[in-house]
């Protein structure tokens, strides 16, 4: 039975070569679009979930922020019990690329310091070097598979070779790793003793701030527990009362909110669009429906006759179910490849290397899914052409209750009101894309050129910039330790008069150099910046406008506080700049004179290859032997909203093609209606009428559906875009315009679709339709 029902379905889909092809494309362009949403969701799930033991690895947060406390892994495994491990980090994107020499190839290189555990922790594959020892030494250095054949040309063999690093420290081979997997949030070439780094930037080993904890807690440990257990150990051993989290870590890379400019996901844009996968669905099976509905009429007598010669409803809609499973069939090896062609484009707008490889997760979840929308695709249309009585049948009339006229338009606002709700989306995520780009970041940060400091250019650094500001091209120069996008570090160690014992500030720190407000074009509120002229600049600070807010000083200037336990004196406040995205509020933070980190330069719009030349000749001056690398600012600002540029590219294309699916239904329920009001038509020409009124009078319907969808759709689209806006604390606000324009912009594409319907049933010969009666 179920073989004669495919022959007869293939024959069936055959005899209307148009109606197959429009199903087809419409239901094949959905299933790709939902299965590359698919793709993109189930690799942004996978992120740091292929670690052993990544239900007990967990991240010690304090005060939200990823950095906390030095000394804290250490003393959290000597203190409490149910750490088997615990490693202290100073992350890879705290630092720029560094260059390594071994002989003499030089190779720019991504690194990290750790702890002596972290091998421990995270289950990255060694393939020379035991992960308990490997980091013992102060003096080690593990690098990884890729970096090891770029540097000596084999993983073999090359224990206790020497890695000189920025020319000026050596370091020794203690290990090698097999490269990163791509769905690790961690992403690096090498990594260095954190001790080591301990022993360079003595803050690092401070209560005050330092870098990011991990802890590898026992079998069965509790987290609420474990984190009283960390803030008594906090309290036992500074008398502060610091709020610290263990956060799994596994959850940090889509559940994070911490300030970091790594390209990390959001939860919220993996629900966005599972959601919108889910959208493009529905439509695409509405329009399915009301396209069968559509061709209802021109299979009745077939239905007549088979009704009269035996057939039951069981047998027909098993046909009409076939059918829609065999179409879906066809749609489904049209959506592969679709989506095979389309994935590198895609992939280029996600910024993803995601592949079309039909594992086991997607043959669980996708093919379901492909026979659950065959099956509700083929559902109504089944249901409906095999429920007429043979005789109403085979005279070609077709029984329309209130129940089918309603489930039909039903289906058509429910299509236009989430093609609505798309559109209004794609309007506001622009908006608010546009709003983040042009948004006033309190600084300047076009044109202007980061360069690390390495090898031998940390001895020179001052005569360089000296140097480097006598360049036509270039307006200011000085330097700096934080990166200006995202959380640098950040501590809570500020004491001021009038505070409270129990009260804790954290503040943002900015180690910079001379000329570094010019250089970055910050506005000062009052005071002043920091001067040659005054020797004693080393021992002052500059507040931003929120960190004298959440001090609660009147009159800033001249005060002093004590910043790690010694007296600094306030000489200004800078006007509140952005140093994280606009998802965070401005934060109390503050600058102080710290020589050394990057140098940055302001350098002018005109004849910027000439610039970077100059720069590119002194550069090789002071540090020869050094590649010369940089980057621009504005750059890094934009890597913040990496995310949001790329939801807006893929929500326009979405919506778009679910537009179109919408506009295929509600063309086939145009022709539905035509070819029922045939003879209607027929009459009111002969008494008549117009082709305008025909047209007017065939589309009036279709608008009152779109009417009823946009009064549906416009207020649900204000609700869940006035959610989506939440997650910025700086955001547009929701004008009457945009849903105005959004409105208009269904009607007219409605007006369009359904005009070469409505216009070809007016111009019909009326006595084709009345010579039957």
Known sequence: MFRTNLKIAWRNLLKDKQFTVINVLGLSAGLACALL????????????KSFANQDRLYQ???????????????IVKEQIQGVEFAAGVAPVEWFPPYTLFAGSKSIKARGQYVGADYFQIFSFKLIEGNKSAVLQDKGSIVISDELANKLFGTTENII???????????????????????HSSQQFDFVLSFEYFQLKKPWAATWDKGPRNYVLVSEGTRIDNFNKSIADVITRNTGDSITVSAVKFSDLYLYGNNGDVTNKGRIEYVRLFSI??????????????????AKAARRLKEIGIKKVVGATRRHLILQFLSESLLLTGCATVFAVVIAYFLLPAFNQVTGKQIHLNFDTTIIIYFIPVIVCTGLL????????LSKFNPLTVLKGKISTSFAEVLSR?????????????????????YRQIQFIQNTDAGYKKDNVLRLPVEGSMKDKENAFIAELKNIPGVSNASTAYHKLVGRGY??????????EDDRKVFFEAFEVNYDFIETMGMKMKEGRSFSREFSGDTATIILNEKAVEAMGLKDPVGQTITRFRTNVQVIGVVKDFHFESLHEPIKPAYLFLWPGGTIIASIRQANQRETIAAIEQLYARYNPGSPFTFNFLDEAYQKQYDSELRVSALSKYFAGLAIIISCLGLFGLAAFTAQKRRKEIGVRKVIGASVADITAMLSRDFLRLIIISLAIALPVSWWIMSSWLQNYAYRISLSPGIFVIAGIAVIVITLFTISFQSIKAAMANPVKSLRTE
């Open 37 to 48: 949403i698919f793709l993109w969701v189930n690799d942004e799930m996978r992120y740091d």
């Open 60 to 74: 010690l947060l304090e005060n939200n922020s990823e950095s906390s406390s030095g000394p804290l892994s250490k």
């Open 160 to 182: 206790g070779k020497p890695v000189r690093f920025d020319q000026d420290t050596t370091f020794h081979v203690s290990g090698v790793f097999e490269k990163v997997p791509v």
């Open 276 to 293: 919108l996968a889910i959208f493009i669905l529905v439509i695409a099976c509405i329009n399915f429906m009301n396209l069968s509905t």
């Open 377 to 384: 695709a083929g559902s109504y249309p089944a249901l409906y």
């Open 409 to 429: 338009k039903g289906l058509v606002v429910f299509q236009f009101t989430l093609s609505t709700i798309l559109i209004v989306a794609v309007m506001i995520i």
């Open 490 to 499: 950040g501590h809570g160690g500020m004491r001021w008069s009038g505070m």
